[in-house]
């Protein structure tokens, strides 16, 4: 008989922290779920340990051996800068997170591991999702922002200082405009919020007066919207749209002209509504890829949704 083991994942996002036991196999014996409200600092620091306490106290066939938390951000020796975190932001003092779930056990026989949300992406749909039995793969997360999870020869690509995949600031455009000081290129014209502001700055310059954008306050206008308008063939969101599919598709044929990868994963809240546009992005990637690498690679959805950060902690946790 296979032998069973417990561990424990943790995913922390910028509003909510999700805790789930796992098996070997991938299986949840249990999971829990908390927003983090008006949290800032050690209280979401807390929060995290609280969750862990929560979950060790379940009972379970076999003792919890490993915790993997998945952050908002970048871990560096299980420290944590997290932007959308208050009191997580300062980049000269990230939040000594392992430390402090490791006080809280106060048992060197169960691991502890921290890492940022990209790589714990690809780690989940390597394990459970579409990326299943693929050595090189990379996860591509469109949300607010845009990150990259990577995986190359089956190991997770981190950098030095854990920033490897920080996709937004790819640089997809000969003109530097001052978004791109904040946001990055990519980021500045295809992420959620990136689609917004496009869409936005068109609406100001009164350029589409026709535009059924134009119903909406400027302020409010989101992705959403956009995409909604879009659906509908507005002409605004239509050329805002399908800008982003360009550097969807240009970003993607420079992953697989540098890393040749396997499988690319598609996921976030974009994808999303963004689904049916991978077709499109599949095309326009053939456009500037090498064409060798392009044809070996596919393009797929993620399996796991807003799952993929869980599973990816789990299988942290199991690799620990």
């Not at 999700?18 to 098996?23: E, L, P, R, T, W």
């Not at 402090?100 to 691991?111: F, G, S, T, W």
């Not at 909406?216 to 206008?221: A, L, Q, R, S």
């Not at 308008?229 to 970003?251: E, F, R, S, T």
Request: aromatic share 8%; glycine share 12%; with cysteine.
């Amino acid at each position: 008989m296979p032998t069973i083991m417990s561990v424990i994942g943790i995913d922390l996002g910028g509003t909510k922290i999700s805790g789930a036991i796992f098996d070997n196999e991938g299986n949840i014996f249990f999971r829990t779920s908390r927003l983090l409200e008006k949290r800032k600092g050690t209280e979401v620091g807390q929060l995290v340990t609280q969750t862990v306490d929560e979950l060790r106290q379940i009972p379970v066939e076999s003792a919890v051996e490993a915790i993997g938390i998945c952050v908002p951000g970048i871990s560096k020796a299980g420290c944590v800068w997290a932007p959308n975190i208050s009191g997580w932001e300062d980049m000269e003092h990230y939040y000594p997170l392992q430390k402090e779930v490791e006080d809280l056990l106060d048992n060197q026989d169960i691991k502890v591991e921290v890492a940022g949300d990209r790589s714990c992406y690809v780690l989940g749909e390597i394990w459970k999702g579409a990326a299943q039995g693929a050595k090189d793969a990379v996860f591509v997360a469109v949300g607010t922002g845009i990150g990259m999870g990577i995986l190359a020869n089956g190991r997770i690509l981190d950098g030095q200082a854990g920033i490897s995949g920080a996709a937004g600031w790819l640089a997809l455009d000969m003109k530097f405009e001052a978004d791109y000081v904040q946001y990055g290129c990519f980021e500045s014209n295809a992420s959620g919020n990136g689609i917004a502001r496009c869409a936005q700055h068109l609406l100001k310059e009164n350029v589409f007066n026709n535009s059924l954008l134009k119903a909406y306050p400027v302020e409010n206008i989101t992705a959403h919207e956009v995409f909604d308008a879009w659906a509908k063939n507005d002409p605004l969101a239509v050329q805002v749209i399908d800008k982003a599919v360009k550097l969807w598709g240009m970003a993607a044929a420079n992953v697989v002209s540098l890393l040749n990868p396997e499988i690319i994963v598609w996921g976030g809240g974009v994808f999303g509504p963004a689904a049916q546009l991978l077709d499109r992005i599949y095309e326009e990637a053939c456009r500037w890829a090498q064409p060798i690498a392009i044809r070996q690679v596919r393009f797929e959805m993620s399996r796991l949704a807003g799952d993929a950060g869980l599973y990816g902690a789990g299988k942290l946790a199991l690799n620990n």
